[in-house]
């Protein structure tokens, strides 16, 4: 199998670490993320320009024809930088579903704002008590005339403060746990009975709790068919796995990379702590940790066209070993930093954090880990 890059998929993997270096440095990326905001609307409107927003839809939709492998190369040089912006809610989730089962009508409406920044999306899928569980919706949408009600709670929606739009999950028919009756749909944000509390994550980004309170979608939200979008919200959040593991790749070298820097230059004894073999070996280990993930996001990326049991064979995989390497080489980065890899200044720590947290969205080690075993053995 060819693993090589094509040449325009090089040159834009030269102008995105050209852009986060010289526009992401850390001082501008701390500003930013403690700012009113809390992002740089100045970076979404040059990842606009660059044509990365449109990247992963077809040509027909008004994209530039890209695919999972673009996506997996745009979000892995965000990951070295720690980028906030709402790549993966705009463009590989709402995309995603709108690429996979909008209408003509619903992509001339909203892929076209996607492409030009003007539309931001927000994936509101998570309940307090959903445990993973995208068929676990406590949120329901009932019809009522030609279009439906929507009532509920969403959790830790990343990127909602910055977004116009969002997709949501709902329960239109059965019981709470059932795989029928869930239904995916495209509101506007600051439609009526949306009601959204902002926050900043531990990591650097900002959400919402998005509550729904007899908020009126019309016929024309419904993205697909009605009670038969289980399927779509998994293909989707694999999808959504594969970009955010890149994501984490690129975390993971560059934690790994000032680990190795900072063990050059600390002293200890009279001599740079790096000259400590013991140190050596972890530091080994973690560059081996950071080489498997890479090769598990290939996989991942690679499988995203297979059939749905292959597809989620390789990205839970993925998602169990990367999850357990982003662990252990940040556990790792912040030990050998000592005390400094927990001051806010050291840029470490804040890798620490994003390395951490991405074990908890789309479902933790634990949970693809039972996903996995089940695939493997039916």
Not at 66 to 91: C, N, Q, R, S, Y
């Amino acid at each position: 199998m060819d693993f090589n890059f094509t040449e325009e998929q090089d040159m834009v993997r030269d102008s995105l670490t050209r852009l986060v270096r010289e526009n992401y440095a850390w001082e501008a990326r701390m500003q930013a993320i403690n700012s009113e905001s809390g992002w740089q609307p100045a970076i979404w409107a040059q990842l606009a320009e660059l044509g990365l927003l449109g990247m992963p839809f077809s040509e027909a939709d008004g994209g530039f024809g890209g695919g999972a492998v673009d996506a997996m190369i745009v979000m892995e040089e965000f990951g070295k930088g720690l980028v906030v912006e709402p790549f993966v809610p705009t463009v590989v989730c709402a995309g995603g579903f709108l690429k996979h089962a909008g209408t003509d009508a619903q992509k001339e409406e909203h892929i076209g704002g996607i492409v030009d920044g003007s539309r931001i999306f927000a994936f509101a899928y998570a309940e307090p008590r959903g445990r993973y569980d995208y068929a676990n919706l406590e949120t329901t949408a009932k019809k009522d005339g030609s279009g439906y009600v929507l009532n509920g709670h969403k959790a830790v929606v990343i990127g909602a403060p910055w977004a116009t739009h969002l997709v949501v999950t709902a329960r239109t028919s059965g019981e709470r746990t059932d795989r029928e009756g869930v239904s995916v749909f495209v509101i506007d944000k600051n439609a009526a009975g949306v009601v959204t509390r902002d926050y900043a994550t531990v990591d650097g980004r900002r959400a919402s709790e998005v509550f729904f309170e007899n908020a009126s979608i019309p016929a024309e939200a419904l993205i697909g068919e009605e009670g038969n979008g289980l399927k779509l919200i998994e293909l989707v959040t694999d999808e959504a796995i594969a970009a955010q593991s890149a994501e984490i790749c690129g975390a993971m070298k560059v934690a790994h990379t000032m680990t190795v820097d900072y063990s050059r230059e600390r002293k200890q004894f009279g001599v740079p702590i790096g000259s400590f073999q013991v140190l050596q070996h972890r530091m080994v280990d973690m560059y081996t940790e950071y080489e498997q993930a890479v090769s598990m996001t290939y996989l991942a990326t690679l499988n995203l066209d297979a059939d749905e049991r292959e597809r989620k064979l390789a990205v839970s995989a993925a998602k169990v070993r990367i999850g357990q390497a982003a662990h252990h080489i940040g556990q790792e980065a912040i030990q050998i930093h000592g005390g400094n890899g927990m001051t806010d200044e050291y840029a470490i720590g804040h890798y620490f954090k994003r390395l951490t947290t991405f074990d908890s969205e789309f479902g933790n080690v634990d949970h693809h880990m039972k996903r996995h075993i089940a695939l493997a053995n039916a």
